[in-house]
């Protein structure tokens, strides 16, 4: 198994830019590793982010929302699996804060945030039972 480098990634942030960016940010993030965590810890690989975001287009990206929305729940079950204390980022948490929480503008940097807390907790989570030391915060 991999040891995972990135395990105190902002998702707030990331979140605020990839909103800004109408999603072309993730696009590269996926491409610069995170994809291939995200196989790592799921044991499949998963459908590439950017052939989500084009099919996407078409639907006004709700096949992207749905596809983030299936992968987060995959992510809340292997944080169960593991034993981490919730909360937990998860389908209905990842769907209804990027449509309901656009009223409030900030909903998809809500739901990004849970999603990057959930996975910072399984990377250390697997890192640790795998041996790897814990990487301190910057």
């Known amino acids: 198994m991999m040891e995972f480098e990135h ?3 902002h998702g707030f942030l990331l979140g605020f830019i990839d909103f800004f960016t ?3 940010f993730f696009v590269v993030y996926m491409k610069l590793g ?6 790592e810890i799921l044991g499949r690989k998963t459908q590439r982010y950017y052939v989500a975001y084009l099919v996407g287009i078409p ?3 709700i096949y ?8 987060s729940e995959e992510l809340k079950e292997k ?3 593991l034993g981490i204390p919730g909360p937990y980022t998860s389908f209905r948490h990842m769907f209804g804060w990027n449509t309901l929480g656009m ?3 900030v909903g998809p940097m809500v739901a990004t945030q849970r999603f990057f807390n959930t996975l910072n907790q399984v ?3 697997l890192n640790r039972r795998n041996g790897y030391p814990e990487r301190s915060s910057k």
């Open 7 to 9: 395990t105190d990634r």
């Open 22 to 24: 109408a999603g072309l």
């Open 34 to 39: 995170l994809q291939d965590e995200l196989d």
């Open 59 to 61: 639907t006004l990206f």
């Open 64 to 71: 992207t929302l749905v596809w983030m929305a299936n992968i």
């Open 79 to 81: 944080a169960i699996e």
């Open 103 to 105: 009223l409030v503008l």
């Open 123 to 125: 990377e250390k989570e």
